[in-house]
Protein backbone atom coordinates (compact mmCIF):
# COMPACT_ATOMS: atom_id res chain seq x y z
CA UNK A 1 0.00 0.00 0.00
CA UNK A 2 1.31 3.25 -1.06
CA UNK A 3 1.71 6.07 0.94
CA UNK A 4 -0.97 8.17 -1.13
CA UNK A 5 -3.21 4.84 -0.95
CA UNK A 6 -6.27 6.58 1.36
CA UNK A 7 -6.99 4.00 4.56
CA UNK A 8 -10.23 1.81 4.44
CA UNK A 9 -13.37 3.50 6.13
CA UNK A 10 -13.18 0.75 8.50
CA UNK A 11 -11.28 -1.90 9.96
CA UNK A 12 -13.87 -4.90 9.46
CA UNK A 13 -16.97 -5.58 8.08
CA UNK A 14 -19.30 -8.13 9.69
CA UNK A 15 -22.19 -9.70 7.41
CA UNK A 16 -24.64 -11.25 10.08
CA UNK A 17 -26.38 -10.41 13.59
CA UNK A 18 -27.04 -14.12 14.66
CA UNK A 19 -25.36 -14.94 17.71
CA UNK A 20 -22.01 -15.28 15.71
CA UNK A 21 -22.06 -12.15 14.29
CA UNK A 22 -22.75 -10.18 17.58
CA UNK A 23 -20.15 -11.94 19.85
CA UNK A 24 -17.48 -11.33 16.73
CA UNK A 25 -18.59 -7.39 16.86
CA UNK A 26 -18.10 -7.73 20.49
CA UNK A 27 -15.14 -8.78 20.73
CA UNK A 28 -13.62 -6.95 17.88
CA UNK A 29 -14.81 -3.65 19.15
CA UNK A 30 -13.49 -4.69 22.78
CA UNK A 31 -9.86 -5.09 21.37
CA UNK A 32 -10.52 -1.48 19.79
CA UNK A 33 -11.15 -2.74 16.07
CA UNK A 34 -13.10 -0.48 14.01
CA UNK A 35 -16.15 -3.26 13.04
CA UNK A 36 -18.97 -2.34 10.63
CA UNK A 37 -22.04 -4.87 11.19
CA UNK A 38 -24.38 -5.43 8.30
CA UNK A 39 -27.96 -7.80 8.37
CA UNK A 40 -30.50 -7.80 6.44
CA UNK A 41 -32.86 -7.89 8.77
CA UNK A 42 -34.65 -5.32 10.95
CA UNK A 43 -33.22 -6.30 14.12
CA UNK A 44 -30.77 -8.65 15.45
CA UNK A 45 -31.58 -12.67 16.13
CA UNK A 46 -29.85 -13.83 12.79
CA UNK A 47 -31.85 -17.37 12.45
CA UNK A 48 -34.26 -16.50 15.17
CA UNK A 49 -35.31 -13.29 13.65
CA UNK A 50 -36.81 -15.44 10.66
CA UNK A 51 -37.90 -18.81 12.42
CA UNK A 52 -40.96 -17.60 14.04
CA UNK A 53 -43.25 -20.78 12.78
CA UNK A 54 -45.51 -21.99 15.80
CA UNK A 55 -43.40 -24.08 17.94
CA UNK A 56 -40.47 -23.12 16.91
CA UNK A 57 -37.77 -23.98 19.62
CA UNK A 58 -33.98 -24.68 20.38
CA UNK A 59 -32.80 -28.36 20.72
CA UNK A 60 -30.23 -27.68 22.75
CA UNK A 61 -30.35 -26.68 26.39
CA UNK A 62 -31.23 -23.01 27.11
CA UNK A 63 -28.54 -23.08 29.67
CA UNK A 64 -26.10 -23.97 27.27
CA UNK A 65 -27.41 -22.39 23.94
CA UNK A 66 -26.43 -18.80 25.57
CA UNK A 67 -22.90 -17.07 25.80
CA UNK A 68 -20.70 -18.35 28.01
CA UNK A 69 -17.91 -14.93 27.60
CA UNK A 70 -19.54 -12.85 30.37
CA UNK A 71 -19.88 -14.52 33.57
CA UNK A 72 -22.64 -11.29 34.67
CA UNK A 73 -24.88 -12.08 31.51
CA UNK A 74 -25.26 -16.06 32.29
CA UNK A 75 -25.98 -15.02 36.25
CA UNK A 76 -28.29 -12.81 35.93
CA UNK A 77 -30.52 -14.16 32.70
CA UNK A 78 -33.19 -16.65 34.35
CA UNK A 79 -34.37 -19.04 31.23
CA UNK A 80 -37.70 -20.22 31.84
CA UNK A 81 -38.01 -23.67 30.22
CA UNK A 82 -35.68 -26.43 29.53
CA UNK A 83 -35.02 -25.65 26.33
CA UNK A 84 -36.19 -21.98 25.27
CA UNK A 85 -38.88 -20.95 22.56
CA UNK A 86 -37.88 -18.58 19.96
CA UNK A 87 -39.81 -15.69 21.99
CA UNK A 88 -37.57 -15.86 24.55
CA UNK A 89 -34.18 -16.78 22.31
CA UNK A 90 -35.00 -13.11 20.77
CA UNK A 91 -35.61 -11.94 24.71
CA UNK A 92 -31.90 -13.17 25.14
CA UNK A 93 -30.51 -11.45 22.06
CA UNK A 94 -32.03 -8.04 22.49
CA UNK A 95 -30.65 -8.18 26.21
CA UNK A 96 -26.85 -9.05 24.61
CA UNK A 97 -27.29 -6.39 22.54
CA UNK A 98 -28.32 -3.45 24.77
CA UNK A 99 -26.41 -4.73 27.41
CA UNK A 100 -23.23 -4.75 24.97
CA UNK A 101 -24.25 -1.76 22.92
CA UNK A 102 -24.14 -4.56 19.90
CA UNK A 103 -26.81 -2.23 17.91
CA UNK A 104 -24.26 0.75 17.00
CA UNK A 105 -22.00 -1.40 15.37
CA UNK A 106 -25.04 -2.57 12.48
CA UNK A 107 -26.99 -1.54 10.00
CA UNK A 108 -29.93 -3.12 9.59
CA UNK A 109 -32.50 -3.80 7.06
CA UNK A 110 -29.80 -3.85 4.27
CA UNK A 111 -28.07 -6.84 2.41
CA UNK A 112 -24.57 -7.01 1.54
CA UNK A 113 -24.67 -7.54 -2.24
CA UNK A 114 -20.54 -7.98 -2.93
CA UNK A 115 -17.14 -8.32 -1.55
CA UNK A 116 -14.30 -6.87 -3.95
CA UNK A 117 -10.86 -7.24 -3.16
CA UNK A 118 -8.15 -4.75 -4.22
CA UNK A 119 -5.15 -6.62 -4.89
CA UNK A 120 -3.15 -3.86 -4.63
CA UNK A 121 -4.19 -2.81 -0.91
CA UNK A 122 -5.14 -5.90 0.09
CA UNK A 123 -8.40 -4.32 1.29
CA UNK A 124 -11.68 -5.18 0.35
CA UNK A 125 -14.73 -3.12 -1.13
CA UNK A 126 -18.21 -3.56 0.21
CA UNK A 127 -21.36 -2.81 -1.71
CA UNK A 128 -24.84 -3.23 -0.04
CA UNK A 129 -28.35 -3.08 -2.15
CA UNK A 130 -29.18 0.42 -0.09
CA UNK A 131 -26.34 1.74 -2.51
CA UNK A 132 -23.35 2.00 0.53
CA UNK A 133 -19.84 1.57 -0.39
CA UNK A 134 -17.62 0.96 2.34
CA UNK A 135 -13.89 -0.47 2.19
CA UNK A 136 -12.51 -2.54 4.97
CA UNK A 137 -9.46 -4.08 5.74
CA UNK A 138 -11.18 -7.31 6.89
CA UNK A 139 -14.82 -8.88 5.66
CA UNK A 140 -16.11 -11.72 8.45
CA UNK A 141 -18.94 -13.59 7.16
CA UNK A 142 -21.14 -14.52 10.16
CA UNK A 143 -24.33 -15.24 7.19
CA UNK A 144 -25.56 -18.50 9.02
CA UNK A 145 -25.88 -21.54 7.84
CA UNK A 146 -29.76 -22.20 7.63
CA UNK A 147 -30.49 -18.40 6.26
CA UNK A 148 -31.41 -19.13 2.95
CA UNK A 149 -34.67 -20.42 2.80
CA UNK A 150 -35.47 -23.53 -0.20
CA UNK A 151 -39.07 -24.03 -2.03
CA UNK A 152 -40.12 -26.66 -3.97
CA UNK A 153 -40.47 -26.68 -7.64
CA UNK A 154 -43.49 -27.76 -7.90
CA UNK A 155 -45.77 -27.00 -11.20
CA UNK A 156 -48.35 -24.60 -10.51
CA UNK A 157 -47.22 -23.31 -6.83
CA UNK A 158 -47.72 -19.52 -7.95
CA UNK A 159 -51.68 -20.39 -8.59
CA UNK A 160 -52.71 -21.29 -5.07
CA UNK A 161 -54.79 -18.45 -4.31
CA UNK A 162 -54.38 -18.73 -0.56
CA UNK A 163 -51.59 -17.71 1.50
CA UNK A 164 -48.40 -19.58 1.45
CA UNK A 165 -45.45 -19.48 4.02
CA UNK A 166 -41.93 -20.42 4.37
CA UNK A 167 -41.17 -22.01 8.08
CA UNK A 168 -37.95 -20.24 7.70
CA UNK A 169 -39.42 -16.56 6.79
CA UNK A 170 -41.86 -16.42 9.26
CA UNK A 171 -44.76 -13.59 9.00
CA UNK A 172 -43.59 -11.27 12.16
CA UNK A 173 -47.58 -10.93 13.08
CA UNK A 174 -48.27 -14.33 13.70
CA UNK A 175 -50.88 -16.62 11.38
CA UNK A 176 -53.92 -17.55 12.31
CA UNK A 177 -54.99 -21.13 11.22
CA UNK A 178 -58.51 -21.68 13.02
CA UNK A 179 -60.76 -23.29 11.71
CA UNK A 180 -58.63 -23.59 8.23
CA UNK A 181 -57.76 -26.63 5.38
CA UNK A 182 -53.86 -26.45 6.09
CA UNK A 183 -50.88 -28.01 4.28
CA UNK A 184 -48.00 -28.80 6.15
CA UNK A 185 -45.06 -29.72 2.94
CA UNK A 186 -41.73 -31.52 4.99
CA UNK A 187 -41.13 -32.97 8.38
CA UNK A 188 -37.27 -31.72 9.51
CA UNK A 189 -37.27 -30.17 12.26
CA UNK A 190 -39.23 -27.29 11.34
CA UNK A 191 -42.39 -29.53 10.18
CA UNK A 192 -41.72 -31.62 12.89
CA UNK A 193 -42.34 -28.68 15.47
CA UNK A 194 -44.77 -26.44 13.80
CA UNK A 195 -47.12 -29.66 12.82
CA UNK A 196 -48.33 -29.84 16.97
CA UNK A 197 -49.43 -26.52 16.50
CA UNK A 198 -51.12 -25.89 13.30
CA UNK A 199 -53.39 -28.84 14.11
CA UNK A 200 -54.05 -27.52 17.38
CA UNK A 201 -55.87 -24.89 15.73
CA UNK A 202 -56.62 -25.95 11.61
CA UNK A 203 -59.94 -27.59 10.64
CA UNK A 204 -58.07 -30.14 9.25
CA UNK A 205 -54.38 -31.01 8.69
CA UNK A 206 -52.58 -32.51 5.33
CA UNK A 207 -48.91 -33.52 5.70
CA UNK A 208 -47.21 -34.08 2.68
CA UNK A 209 -44.03 -36.23 4.02
CA UNK A 210 -41.23 -36.96 1.80
CA UNK A 211 -38.80 -38.68 4.21
CA UNK A 212 -39.79 -39.54 7.40
CA UNK A 213 -37.67 -38.22 10.24
CA UNK A 214 -36.39 -39.42 12.91
CA UNK A 215 -37.36 -37.66 16.20
CA UNK A 216 -37.18 -37.87 20.10
CA UNK A 217 -39.51 -36.11 22.17
CA UNK A 218 -37.96 -32.78 24.08
CA UNK A 219 -39.39 -34.02 27.34
CA UNK A 220 -39.22 -30.04 27.94
CA UNK A 221 -40.03 -28.35 31.50
CA UNK A 222 -40.29 -25.30 32.89
CA UNK A 223 -37.04 -24.28 35.03
CA UNK A 224 -37.42 -23.60 38.90
CA UNK A 225 -35.10 -21.14 40.70
CA UNK A 226 -33.75 -24.09 42.87
CA UNK A 227 -32.69 -25.04 39.51
CA UNK A 228 -31.60 -21.89 37.51
CA UNK A 229 -29.50 -21.42 40.95
CA UNK A 230 -27.86 -25.27 41.18
CA UNK A 231 -26.79 -24.68 37.22
CA UNK A 232 -25.66 -21.23 37.81
CA UNK A 233 -23.43 -21.94 41.00
CA UNK A 234 -21.86 -24.86 39.20
CA UNK A 235 -22.18 -22.54 35.46
CA UNK A 236 -17.78 -23.18 35.27
CA UNK A 237 -18.04 -27.01 35.47
CA UNK A 238 -21.15 -27.30 33.21
CA UNK A 239 -19.23 -25.09 30.67
CA UNK A 240 -15.53 -26.65 30.92
CA UNK A 241 -17.60 -29.97 30.16
CA UNK A 242 -19.45 -28.39 27.17
CA UNK A 243 -15.84 -27.85 25.39
CA UNK A 244 -14.43 -31.00 26.55
CA UNK A 245 -17.32 -32.68 24.60
CA UNK A 246 -18.23 -33.50 20.88
CA UNK A 247 -21.03 -31.50 20.26
CA UNK A 248 -20.40 -28.29 22.80
CA UNK A 249 -22.93 -29.14 25.53
CA UNK A 250 -22.23 -30.85 28.75
CA UNK A 251 -23.20 -34.78 27.35
CA UNK A 252 -21.37 -37.40 27.06
CA UNK A 253 -21.97 -40.85 25.16
CA UNK A 254 -22.29 -44.07 27.39
CA UNK A 255 -18.93 -44.89 28.59
CA UNK A 256 -18.74 -48.76 26.70
CA UNK A 257 -19.61 -49.08 22.89
CA UNK A 258 -22.85 -50.87 21.75
CA UNK A 259 -22.19 -54.42 22.39
CA UNK A 260 -19.63 -54.30 25.04
CA UNK A 261 -22.88 -54.32 27.26
CA UNK A 262 -26.08 -56.83 27.84
CA UNK A 263 -29.19 -56.28 26.24
CA UNK A 264 -30.33 -55.18 29.63
CA UNK A 265 -28.14 -52.71 30.67
CA UNK A 266 -28.26 -51.36 26.84
CA UNK A 267 -32.36 -50.88 27.10
CA UNK A 268 -31.21 -48.66 29.99
CA UNK A 269 -29.37 -46.71 28.28
CA UNK A 270 -31.37 -45.69 25.48
CA UNK A 271 -33.80 -45.07 28.15
CA UNK A 272 -32.35 -42.79 29.68
CA UNK A 273 -31.13 -40.63 26.95
CA UNK A 274 -34.99 -40.87 25.26
CA UNK A 275 -35.84 -39.59 28.64
CA UNK A 276 -33.00 -36.30 28.59
CA UNK A 277 -34.51 -36.15 25.20
CA UNK A 278 -34.50 -35.23 21.65
CA UNK A 279 -31.04 -34.96 19.26
CA UNK A 280 -28.91 -36.21 22.16
CA UNK A 281 -29.90 -39.94 21.53
CA UNK A 282 -27.92 -39.69 18.28
CA UNK A 283 -24.92 -40.30 20.73
CA UNK A 284 -26.61 -42.45 23.19
CA UNK A 285 -23.44 -45.06 22.69
CA UNK A 286 -20.05 -43.96 21.15
CA UNK A 287 -19.99 -46.31 18.31
CA UNK A 288 -23.95 -45.29 17.34
CA UNK A 289 -22.94 -43.53 14.34
CA UNK A 290 -20.18 -45.50 13.14
CA UNK A 291 -21.01 -49.07 13.43
CA UNK A 292 -24.12 -50.05 11.18
CA UNK A 293 -25.09 -52.82 14.03
CA UNK A 294 -24.66 -50.08 16.81
CA UNK A 295 -26.77 -47.87 14.60
CA UNK A 296 -29.47 -50.39 14.11
CA UNK A 297 -30.12 -51.26 17.76
CA UNK A 298 -30.74 -47.97 18.79
CA UNK A 299 -33.23 -47.67 15.57
CA UNK A 300 -34.83 -50.34 16.79
CA UNK A 301 -35.18 -49.47 20.08
CA UNK A 302 -36.35 -45.98 18.74
CA UNK A 303 -39.16 -47.82 16.67
CA UNK A 304 -40.70 -49.75 19.34
CA UNK A 305 -41.00 -46.45 21.11
CA UNK A 306 -42.80 -44.70 18.38
CA UNK A 307 -44.97 -47.11 16.96
CA UNK A 308 -46.45 -47.23 20.41
CA UNK A 309 -47.26 -43.97 20.13
CA UNK A 310 -48.87 -43.86 16.71
CA UNK A 311 -52.64 -45.84 16.64
CA UNK A 312 -52.88 -46.53 13.54
CA UNK A 313 -50.17 -48.84 12.53
CA UNK A 314 -50.74 -48.05 8.56
CA UNK A 315 -49.47 -44.16 9.96
CA UNK A 316 -46.84 -45.58 11.86
CA UNK A 317 -45.59 -47.80 9.26
CA UNK A 318 -45.05 -44.36 7.38
CA UNK A 319 -43.84 -42.45 9.96
CA UNK A 320 -40.59 -44.84 10.42
CA UNK A 321 -37.57 -44.28 8.07
CA UNK A 322 -36.19 -47.08 6.45
CA UNK A 323 -33.75 -44.94 4.26
CA UNK A 324 -31.19 -43.54 6.27
CA UNK A 325 -29.28 -44.32 10.18
CA UNK A 326 -30.56 -42.83 13.02
CA UNK A 327 -29.02 -39.69 13.81
CA UNK A 328 -27.32 -39.74 10.09
CA UNK A 329 -30.06 -36.36 9.90
CA UNK A 330 -30.21 -34.23 12.44
CA UNK A 331 -32.50 -35.96 14.92
CA UNK A 332 -35.80 -33.88 15.06
CA UNK A 333 -36.87 -32.46 18.91
CA UNK A 334 -40.41 -32.78 19.25
CA UNK A 335 -43.08 -31.90 21.46
CA UNK A 336 -46.24 -34.56 20.99
CA UNK A 337 -45.26 -35.14 17.03
CA UNK A 338 -46.31 -38.92 16.21
CA UNK A 339 -49.24 -38.20 19.11
CA UNK A 340 -50.37 -35.59 15.96
CA UNK A 341 -51.56 -38.26 13.99
CA UNK A 342 -54.11 -39.79 16.13
CA UNK A 343 -56.37 -36.78 15.88
CA UNK A 344 -58.84 -37.12 13.25
CA UNK A 345 -58.69 -34.14 11.43
CA UNK A 346 -54.43 -34.98 10.93
CA UNK A 347 -54.02 -36.69 7.84
CA UNK A 348 -50.46 -37.99 6.69
CA UNK A 349 -50.00 -38.13 2.77
CA UNK A 350 -46.80 -39.87 2.00
CA UNK A 351 -45.06 -38.53 -1.15
CA UNK A 352 -42.85 -41.50 -2.04
CA UNK A 353 -46.07 -43.57 -3.35
CA UNK A 354 -48.13 -39.92 -4.14
CA UNK A 355 -46.12 -37.28 -5.11
CA UNK A 356 -47.40 -34.05 -5.72
CA UNK A 357 -48.19 -33.58 -9.36
CA UNK A 358 -49.35 -29.75 -8.93
CA UNK A 359 -50.55 -27.11 -6.95
CA UNK A 360 -53.76 -25.18 -8.53
CA UNK A 361 -55.91 -22.29 -6.81
CA UNK A 362 -57.77 -24.02 -4.42
CA UNK A 363 -55.06 -26.77 -3.29
CA UNK A 364 -52.99 -30.02 -4.37
CA UNK A 365 -53.25 -32.67 -6.56
CA UNK A 366 -51.40 -35.62 -6.13
CA UNK A 367 -49.82 -38.13 -9.06
CA UNK A 368 -53.00 -40.29 -8.68
CA UNK A 369 -55.68 -37.43 -9.51
CA UNK A 370 -56.59 -36.72 -5.81
CA UNK A 371 -57.51 -33.52 -5.29
CA UNK A 372 -56.64 -32.33 -1.29
CA UNK A 373 -58.84 -28.60 -1.03
CA UNK A 374 -56.38 -26.25 0.84
CA UNK A 375 -56.58 -22.70 2.48
CA UNK A 376 -53.02 -22.73 3.56
CA UNK A 377 -50.30 -24.06 2.37
CA UNK A 378 -46.95 -24.13 4.59
CA UNK A 379 -43.78 -24.78 3.38
CA UNK A 380 -41.48 -26.21 5.98
CA UNK A 381 -38.98 -27.77 3.33
CA UNK A 382 -35.05 -26.22 4.50
CA UNK A 383 -32.39 -24.33 3.36
CA UNK A 384 -29.93 -24.49 0.73
CA UNK A 385 -27.70 -25.03 3.80
CA UNK A 386 -24.29 -23.29 4.71
CA UNK A 387 -23.42 -22.33 1.55
CA UNK A 388 -26.61 -20.95 0.37
CA UNK A 389 -26.18 -17.46 2.19
CA UNK A 390 -22.89 -17.16 1.39
CA UNK A 391 -23.74 -17.59 -2.93
CA UNK A 392 -26.14 -14.53 -2.33
CA UNK A 393 -22.89 -12.37 -1.86
CA UNK A 394 -20.43 -12.09 -4.79
CA UNK A 395 -17.27 -12.24 -3.15
CA UNK A 396 -14.39 -11.92 -5.58
CA UNK A 397 -11.06 -12.44 -4.53
CA UNK A 398 -8.10 -12.67 -6.58
CA UNK A 399 -7.85 -12.63 -10.07
CA UNK A 400 -11.10 -11.60 -9.71
CA UNK A 401 -12.49 -15.20 -9.05
CA UNK A 402 -15.31 -15.32 -6.93
CA UNK A 403 -15.97 -17.57 -4.10
CA UNK A 404 -18.80 -19.19 -5.72
CA UNK A 405 -16.47 -20.33 -8.62
CA UNK A 406 -13.65 -21.25 -6.00
CA UNK A 407 -16.51 -23.11 -3.90
CA UNK A 408 -18.08 -24.68 -7.14
CA UNK A 409 -17.13 -28.46 -6.45
CA UNK A 410 -17.99 -28.12 -2.76
CA UNK A 411 -17.08 -25.30 -0.26
CA UNK A 412 -12.80 -25.07 0.19
CA UNK A 413 -11.58 -24.05 3.70
CA UNK A 414 -8.35 -24.46 5.64
CA UNK A 415 -10.21 -25.04 9.33
CA UNK A 416 -13.36 -23.67 8.11
CA UNK A 417 -11.82 -20.23 8.40
CA UNK A 418 -10.26 -18.70 5.33
CA UNK A 419 -9.94 -19.67 1.68
CA UNK A 420 -6.95 -19.46 -0.53
CA UNK A 421 -7.14 -16.43 -2.82
CA UNK A 422 -9.11 -14.56 -0.15
CA UNK A 423 -7.17 -13.00 1.53
CA UNK A 424 -8.64 -10.99 5.33
CA UNK A 425 -11.94 -13.07 3.97
CA UNK A 426 -13.11 -15.23 7.18
CA UNK A 427 -16.70 -17.02 7.18
CA UNK A 428 -17.81 -18.25 10.79
CA UNK A 429 -19.28 -21.27 11.85
CA UNK A 430 -20.07 -22.77 8.42
CA UNK A 431 -18.46 -25.53 6.21
CA UNK A 432 -15.00 -26.97 7.31
CA UNK A 433 -15.61 -25.84 10.96
CA UNK A 434 -18.35 -28.11 13.48
CA UNK A 435 -20.78 -25.42 12.95
CA UNK A 436 -23.89 -26.98 12.78
CA UNK A 437 -22.95 -30.33 14.28
CA UNK A 438 -22.63 -28.74 17.89
CA UNK A 439 -23.66 -25.69 19.63
CA UNK A 440 -23.29 -23.01 17.58
CA UNK A 441 -23.61 -20.42 20.43
CA UNK A 442 -19.75 -21.41 21.72
CA UNK A 443 -18.78 -22.45 18.38
CA UNK A 444 -19.59 -18.61 17.59
CA UNK A 445 -17.30 -17.66 20.32
CA UNK A 446 -14.57 -20.52 19.61
CA UNK A 447 -14.43 -19.06 16.29
CA UNK A 448 -14.99 -15.21 17.71
CA UNK A 449 -12.22 -15.83 19.91
CA UNK A 450 -9.70 -16.90 17.61
CA UNK A 451 -10.09 -14.65 14.86
CA UNK A 452 -9.42 -12.08 17.70
CA UNK A 453 -6.16 -13.42 18.71
CA UNK A 454 -5.42 -13.96 14.99
CA UNK A 455 -5.89 -9.89 14.74
CA UNK A 456 -4.02 -9.23 17.71
CA UNK A 457 -0.93 -11.24 16.24
CA UNK A 458 -0.90 -9.62 12.99
CA UNK A 459 -1.04 -6.18 14.82
CA UNK A 460 2.01 -7.02 17.31
CA UNK A 461 3.81 -8.60 13.97
CA UNK A 462 2.99 -5.94 11.56
CA UNK A 463 1.19 -8.42 8.86
CA UNK A 464 -1.26 -6.71 6.49
CA UNK A 465 -3.11 -9.43 5.09
CA UNK A 466 -3.46 -13.01 5.90
CA UNK A 467 -4.25 -15.80 3.87
CA UNK A 468 -5.11 -19.40 4.15
CA UNK A 469 -2.33 -21.39 1.93
CA UNK A 470 -3.25 -23.56 -0.88
CA UNK A 471 -1.94 -26.67 0.00
CA UNK A 472 -3.31 -26.41 3.87
CA UNK A 473 -6.81 -25.93 2.15
CA UNK A 474 -6.25 -29.14 0.27
CA UNK A 475 -5.47 -30.96 3.61
CA UNK A 476 -8.53 -29.89 5.36
CA UNK A 477 -10.70 -30.76 2.99
CA UNK A 478 -9.58 -33.78 2.99
CA UNK A 479 -9.12 -34.19 6.53
CA UNK A 480 -12.83 -33.27 6.26
CA UNK A 481 -13.78 -35.58 3.99
CA UNK A 482 -12.28 -38.54 5.54
CA UNK A 483 -13.45 -37.42 8.68
CA UNK A 484 -17.49 -37.83 7.58
CA UNK A 485 -16.47 -40.70 5.56
CA UNK A 486 -15.83 -43.18 8.27
CA UNK A 487 -19.23 -42.37 9.59
CA UNK A 488 -22.52 -43.43 8.91
CA UNK A 489 -23.28 -39.29 7.99
CA UNK A 490 -22.22 -40.14 4.75
CA UNK A 491 -26.01 -42.77 4.21
CA UNK A 492 -28.38 -40.49 4.10
CA UNK A 493 -29.75 -37.53 1.44
CA UNK A 494 -28.94 -34.74 4.31
CA UNK A 495 -28.34 -30.97 3.91
CA UNK A 496 -25.23 -31.68 5.70
CA UNK A 497 -24.01 -33.19 2.25
CA UNK A 498 -25.99 -30.72 0.13
CA UNK A 499 -28.63 -33.35 -1.05
CA UNK A 500 -31.21 -31.43 -0.38
CA UNK A 501 -30.61 -28.96 -3.47
CA UNK A 502 -30.77 -30.27 -6.82
CA UNK A 503 -27.59 -30.06 -8.22
CA UNK A 504 -25.65 -29.10 -5.63
CA UNK A 505 -22.52 -30.95 -5.02
CA UNK A 506 -22.47 -33.77 -2.79
CA UNK A 507 -20.23 -32.87 -0.55
CA UNK A 508 -20.31 -33.42 3.43
CA UNK A 509 -20.02 -30.25 4.82
CA UNK A 510 -19.42 -29.92 8.48
CA UNK A 511 -16.29 -31.24 9.82
CA UNK A 512 -17.25 -34.05 12.06
CA UNK A 513 -14.33 -34.01 14.56
CA UNK A 514 -16.43 -32.47 17.60
CA UNK A 515 -15.90 -29.54 19.27
CA UNK A 516 -12.96 -30.41 21.54
CA UNK A 517 -11.03 -31.73 19.07
CA UNK A 518 -11.42 -28.49 16.41
CA UNK A 519 -10.73 -26.54 19.64
CA UNK A 520 -7.49 -28.19 19.97
CA UNK A 521 -6.50 -28.14 16.46
CA UNK A 522 -7.12 -24.49 15.74
CA UNK A 523 -5.20 -23.20 19.13
CA UNK A 524 -2.32 -25.70 17.89
CA UNK A 525 -2.12 -23.39 14.29
CA UNK A 526 -2.51 -20.50 16.52
CA UNK A 527 0.60 -22.12 18.59
CA UNK A 528 2.68 -22.96 15.37
CA UNK A 529 2.50 -18.74 14.06
CA UNK A 530 -0.73 -19.99 12.29
CA UNK A 531 0.86 -22.74 10.52
CA UNK A 532 -1.02 -22.95 7.33
CA UNK A 533 -1.93 -18.92 6.94
CA UNK A 534 0.60 -16.94 4.68
CA UNK A 535 0.91 -13.40 5.77
CA UNK A 536 2.35 -10.57 3.68
O1 LIG B 1 -35.31 -28.43 6.95
P1 LIG B 1 -34.93 -29.94 6.53
P2 LIG B 1 -35.79 -27.88 8.36
N1 LIG B 1 -41.13 -31.83 -1.77
O2 LIG B 1 -34.12 -29.80 5.29
C1 LIG B 1 -38.86 -31.85 2.75
C2 LIG B 1 -32.28 -26.74 12.08
N2 LIG B 1 -33.51 -26.51 12.80
O3 LIG B 1 -36.12 -26.46 8.18
O4 LIG B 1 -36.03 -35.32 3.77
C3 LIG B 1 -41.48 -32.42 -0.63
O5 LIG B 1 -34.37 -30.69 7.66
C4 LIG B 1 -37.67 -32.69 3.12
O6 LIG B 1 -37.81 -33.98 2.62
P3 LIG B 1 -36.48 -34.91 2.38
C5 LIG B 1 -31.88 -28.20 12.24
O7 LIG B 1 -30.49 -28.30 12.25
C6 LIG B 1 -33.46 -26.66 14.12
O8 LIG B 1 -36.85 -28.74 8.93
O9 LIG B 1 -35.49 -34.01 1.72
N3 LIG B 1 -40.79 -32.33 0.50
C7 LIG B 1 -37.73 -32.58 4.64
O10 LIG B 1 -38.71 -33.43 5.16
C8 LIG B 1 -32.50 -28.80 11.01
O11 LIG B 1 -31.92 -30.02 10.64
C9 LIG B 1 -34.58 -26.49 14.85
O12 LIG B 1 -36.95 -36.00 1.54
C10 LIG B 1 -39.67 -31.61 0.46
C11 LIG B 1 -38.17 -31.14 4.83
O13 LIG B 1 -38.84 -30.75 3.66
C12 LIG B 1 -32.31 -27.70 10.00
O14 LIG B 1 -32.52 -26.51 10.72
C13 LIG B 1 -35.78 -26.17 14.24
C14 LIG B 1 -39.23 -30.96 -0.69
C15 LIG B 1 -37.02 -30.20 5.06
O15 LIG B 1 -36.32 -30.57 6.20
C16 LIG B 1 -33.24 -27.72 8.83
O16 LIG B 1 -34.55 -28.04 9.28
C17 LIG B 1 -35.80 -26.01 12.89
C18 LIG B 1 -40.02 -31.09 -1.85
N4 LIG B 1 -39.66 -30.54 -3.01
C19 LIG B 1 -34.66 -26.18 12.17
N5 LIG B 1 -38.09 -30.30 -0.42
C20 LIG B 1 -34.47 -26.66 16.30
O17 LIG B 1 -35.05 -27.53 16.86
C21 LIG B 1 -37.81 -30.55 0.86
N6 LIG B 1 -38.77 -31.34 1.40
C22 LIG B 1 -33.51 -25.80 16.97
Known amino acids: MSENTPAPDTDVVVVGAGVTGLYTVHRLRTLGHRVRGFDRAADVGGVWYWNRYPGARCD?????????????????????????????IMRYLHHVADRFSLRDAYTFETSVRSAELDEDTLTWTVRTDTGETVTSRFVVFAVGCLSSAQRPDVPGLDSFAGPSYHTGEWPHEGVDFTGLRVGVVGTG????????????????????????????????????????????????????????????????????KTFEVGEEERRAAYEKRWQLG??????????????????????????????????????????????????????????????????????????????????????????DGEHIALDALVHATGFDAMTGSVDRIEVRGRGGRTLKEAWAAGPRTY?????????????????????????????????????????????????RAVEAAPDAVEDWVRECRDRAGATLLMEAD?????????????????????????????????????KGFRFS
Do not use: C
Open 60 to 88: VESFDYSYSFDEDLQQEWDWSEKYATQPE
Open 415 to 463: LGLGTDGFPNFFNLTGPGSPSVMVNVVLAGEQHGDWLADLLAYMEAHGH
Open 189 to 256: SSGIQSIPEIASQARQLTVFQRSPNYSVPAGNEPLDDARRRRVKAGYAERRRLARLSGGGSPFTTYPK
Open 278 to 367: GVLYSKTFPDQLVDRAANDAARAFWEEKVRARVDDPAVAELLVPGDHPIGAKRIVTDSGYFETYNQPHVRLVSLRTRPIERVDATGVVLA
Open 494 to 530: SWYLGANIPGKPRVFMPYVGGFKVYQEIIDAVAADGY
